[in-house]
C-alpha cells in the first residue's frame, strides 16, 4: 500500500522536490550572504515557485500573477517606493491579466484540464451572465 501512488498525484517525487529544495538553497543564501530577511524572502518565494511550476509544465496567469506580486513587493520593499510603488505594481498585474487572460502559458495544463467528473473549467471562450 505505501508503494501505491494517490488518484490526484500526478507528479514525481522529483518534480514536487524543487521547489521547496529551491527554498531551502535560498533561505541558506540569504543567511551565508547576511542579507535582510524581509524583502529578499520574497525572491526566494517567487522562485521556488517559479522553478517547480516551470517544471512540472504547470505555469498559467494565476500562478504567474502571484510571482509577479512576490517580484513587485521585493522592489517595493528593497527602494522604499510603498506609494507610488503599489500603483505600478497593481497597474501591470492588471495589464498581464488583460493580455494573458486565464490562456495557459505551458500546454500541459491543456491536458490537465480536460473534463473530469463533469466539471469544465471556465476559459477565455465562456460567456457567464
Not at 521547496?20 to 540569504?30: E, S, T
Not at 510603498?82 to 486565464?102: D, E, H, R
Amino acid at each position: 500500500m505505501a508503494n501505491e501512488k494517490r488518484k490526484n498525484d500526478e507528479n514525481t517525487p522529483a518534480e514536487n522536490a524543487v521547489g521547496p529544495a529551491f527554498a531551502l538553497i535560498g533561505i541558506g543564501l540569504i543567511f551565508l550572504l547576511n542579507l535582510d530577511f524581509w524583502p529578499w524572502i520574497l525572491i526566494v518565494a517567487a522562485g521556488a515557485a517559479t522553478a517547480g511550476l516551470i517544471l512540472r509544465g504547470e505555469l498559467t496567469w494565476w500562478h504567474l500573477d502571484g510571482v509577479v506580486w512576490l517580484l513587485g513587493l521585493f522592489v517595493i520593499a528593497l527602494t522604499g517606493f510603498w506609494w507610488p510603488g503599489i500603483l505600478l505594481l497593481v497597474g501591470v498585474s492588471m495589464l498581464l491579466k488583460a493580455v494573458i487572460g486565464t490562456h495557459t502559458i505551458s500546454t500541459y495544463m491543456d491536458e490537465r484540464h480536460k473534463r473530469k467528473r463533469g466539471f469544465v473549467p471556465p476559459t477565455d471562450d465562456d460567456r457567464f451572465f
